[in-house]
């Protein structure tokens, strides 16, 4: 195994796939498809790779047809120095060019930004399914293991997908992702799970706005969270103020970005169905088909069914910077592009950063620690499926708001209930929650989709919990108390 740079934080999983594509010794070039949001540091971990191998890496731009294949072949020429500087024709030149690369061993060879190609020449694809093709001797003869990456979710997504081209032709399919909340705690250099869950409120698991767009400034303690919202993301002399603004002009499939930008507000005020949306931004639901898609592909929207309604289903907002733009810095744009008047905004937002932000974040959290991170024991049960959704009660003509239900393999019969939880930030949880929790348990069973046998009512606060509460849980097997604390405990 070739040594992860010592600098690069986590990324073991993903060093090691690319690793292990890199220098697979079999005969026959491979193709490998790498991509995730901006700011994730893919750049950096396949900049490395070929540094660390040896390998060829061509970083493509926004630029014509001609000018691109002109730049890969004067990279190309300062990697190998030949006799005679490259001048290719076309990029089925370039592409058998980098395939004798791979003659003598294995070597990576990573063109990042791969839709600038592809936008401006639709062929390219085409081309390196061609090149690429079982028996051609340029590629039998060949150890290259080509990397294809890109930022455009929507673009990358489709390349493997259906007809493509290239279907079939990838031995390699790796996303880099955010940092999951516990990473991200590590990352920024945050001890106190409370601190660390109102960070990652804003910020989410991207590395580049720690080291690049905050230069390193991370809260030094809980009362220094005010002061570094108001220092970082609300700062106009800041990268990260105009950041959620940027990122869906960058993707490169978004052309109506007015319309889109609108649906991201919708959800990030709370409007989380279609016909919410469309009240929001005057449309009709069924205009939102295709600005639903798009941003679904660009992993900037999430798709969350109703576990208890299967014709239900609400959105919510991926990126959580996006969200604390759209909650709380747009509508007050004019007044935070003025130098100094972050303090003034920050401190009549707070409650709304609360209840639109913090209060959906921590729900999200409880629900990615139920699948991910929850001790093995805590549901006697290995999750298939962790959601939200409504528990209606006929009776009493209402329905009950479930913010973590956690569902079991079903192996042919009723898939089993194996937690349903209340989330609530900043609140002490006490008897009424508890009663709350039975009550929907109970519904639940009467409804016959779920069995309930094994049933654990959960309860996520960061405020605590009373004394009768607590003594109810202790003489009870099927209540549990999770804290901050807990969430954080196996990072």
């Given at each position: 195994m070739?040594?992860?740079?010592?600098?690069?934080?986590?990324?073991?999983?993903?060093?090691?796939?690319?690793?292990?594509?890199?220098?697979?010794?079999?005969?026959?070039?491979?193709?490998?498809?790498?991509?995730?949001?901006?700011?994730?540091?893919?750049?950096?971990?396949?900049?490395?790779?070929?540094?660390?191998?040896?390998?060829?890496?061509?970083?493509?731009?926004?630029?014509?047809?001609?000018?691109?294949?002109?730049?890969?072949?004067?990279?190309?020429?300062?990697?190998?120095?030949?006799?005679?500087?490259?001048?290719?024709?076309?990029?089925?030149?370039?592409?058998?060019?980098?395939?004798?690369?791979?003659?003598?061993?294995?070597?990576?060879?990573?063109?990042?930004?791969?839709?600038?190609?592809?936008?401006?020449?639709?062929?390219?694809?085409?081309?390196?399914?061609?090149?690429?093709?079982?028996?051609?001797?340029?590629?039998?003869?060949?150890?290259?293991?080509?990397?294809?990456?890109?930022?455009?979710?929507?673009?990358?997504?489709?390349?493997?997908?259906?007809?493509?081209?290239?279907?079939?032709?990838?031995?390699?399919?790796?996303?880099?992702?955010?940092?999951?909340?516990?990473?991200?705690?590590?990352?920024?250099?945050?001890?106190?799970?409370?601190?660390?869950?109102?960070?990652?409120?804003?910020?989410?698991?991207?590395?580049?706005?720690?080291?690049?767009?905050?230069?390193n400034d991370s809260p030094a303690d809980a009362t220094d969270f005010d002061d570094w919202i108001v220092r970082t993301v609300l700062n106009p002399q800041s990268p990260m103020f105009r950041e959620a603004r940027y990122l869906l002009t960058e993707e490169v499939d978004a052309r109506d970005t007015a319309l889109y930008t609108s649906v991201l507000a919708a959800v990030a005020n709370g409007n989380a169905t279609r016909g919410g949306i469309a009240n929001f931004i005057g449309r009709k639901a069924s205009d939102l088909s295709h600005p639903i898609s798009v941003l679904e592909d660009a992993a900037l929207l999430y798709r969350d069914a109703d576990v208890f309604r299967a014709n239900r289903t609400t959105y919510r907002v991926a990126e959580p910077l996006i969200r604390f733009y759209h909650a709380i810095m747009r509508p007050v744009w004019e007044q935070l592009e003025r130098p100094g008047s972050g303090d003034r905004v920050w401190q009549a937002s707070r409650e709304r950063f609360r209840s639109k932000v913090l209060g959906p974040h921590f729900e999200q959290l409880c629900r990615d620690w139920s699948l991910h991170h929850a001790p093995p024991e805590l549901f006697g049960g290995l999750p298939a499926r962790v959601g939200h959704g409504v528990v209606t009660d006929q009776a009493a003509r209402t329905g009950y708001e479930v913010d973590v239900a956690v569902i079991g393999i079903g192996d042919g019969g009723r898939p089993p209930l194996l937690a349903v939880g209340e989330a609530k930030w900043g609140e002490t949880m006490g008897i009424a929650h508890l009663e709350r929790l039975r009550h929907i348990r109970d519904l639940i069973e009467h409804s016959g989709k779920y069995d309930t046998t094994g049933t654990r009512l959960l309860h996520f606060t960061t405020a605590g919990f009373s004394d009768s509460l607590r003594t109810e849980a202790g003489n009870a097997d099927d209540i549990a108390l999770i804290t901050p604390q807990d969430l954080y405990r196996h990072r």
């Amino acid at each position: 195994m070739v040594a992860k740079p010592a600098d690069m934080f986590d990324r073991d999983v993903e060093w090691r796939a690319l690793i292990g594509f890199a220098t697979d010794t079999e005969p026959g070039a491979t193709l490998g498809v790498v991509s995730g949001r901006r700011r994730q540091g893919k750049t950096y971990l396949l900049a490395a790779l070929c540094h660390a191998l040896g390998g060829f890496y061509f970083g493509a731009t926004e630029a014509t047809d001609a000018e691109s294949l002109r730049r890969f072949g004067d990279a190309l020429t300062a990697h190998v120095s030949p006799d005679v500087p490259f001048h290719f024709h076309d990029w089925a030149e370039a592409i058998d060019a980098v395939l004798a690369l791979g003659r003598d061993r294995p070597v990576p060879v990573v063109i990042d930004e791969f839709p600038y190609l592809a936008r401006n020449n639709p062929e390219i694809p085409s081309l390196i399914q061609a090149a690429l093709r079982p028996l051609r001797e340029q590629r039998t003869r060949s150890r290259t293991r080509l990397l294809l990456c890109g930022s455009s979710m929507g673009f990358m997504g489709r390349l493997l997908a259906g007809n493509a081209p290239l279907r079939g032709r990838a031995g390699l399919e790796l996303v880099i992702r955010p940092l999951e909340f516990p990473l991200a705690a590590d990352f920024w250099d945050i001890a106190d799970p409370t601190l660390a869950i109102k960070v990652n409120a804003v910020v989410g698991g991207t590395p580049a706005y720690r080291r690049e767009f905050a230069r390193n400034d991370s809260p030094a303690d809980a009362t220094d969270f005010d002061d570094w919202i108001v220092r970082t993301v609300l700062n106009p002399q800041s990268p990260m103020f105009r950041e959620a603004r940027y990122l869906l002009t960058e993707e490169v499939d978004a052309r109506d970005t007015a319309l889109y930008t609108s649906v991201l507000a919708a959800v990030a005020n709370g409007n989380a169905t279609r016909g919410g949306i469309a009240n929001f931004i005057g449309r009709k639901a069924s205009d939102l088909s295709h600005p639903i898609s798009v941003l679904e592909d660009a992993a900037l929207l999430y798709r969350d069914a109703d576990v208890f309604r299967a014709n239900r289903t609400t959105y919510r907002v991926a990126e959580p910077l996006i969200r604390f733009y759209h909650a709380i810095m747009r509508p007050v744009w004019e007044q935070l592009e003025r130098p100094g008047s972050g303090d003034r905004v920050w401190q009549a937002s707070r409650e709304r950063f609360r209840s639109k932000v913090l209060g959906p974040h921590f729900e999200q959290l409880c629900r990615d620690w139920s699948l991910h991170h929850a001790p093995p024991e805590l549901f006697g049960g290995l999750p298939a499926r962790v959601g939200h959704g409504v528990v209606t009660d006929q009776a009493a003509r209402t329905g009950y708001e479930v913010d973590v239900a956690v569902i079991g393999i079903g192996d042919g019969g009723r898939p089993p209930l194996l937690a349903v939880g209340e989330a609530k930030w900043g609140e002490t949880m006490g008897i009424a929650h508890l009663e709350r929790l039975r009550h929907i348990r109970d519904l639940i069973e009467h409804s016959g989709k779920y069995d309930t046998t094994g049933t654990r009512l959960l309860h996520f606060t960061t405020a605590g919990f009373s004394d009768s509460l607590r003594t109810e849980a202790g003489n009870a097997d099927d209540i549990a108390l999770i804290t901050p604390q807990d969430l954080y405990r196996h990072r």
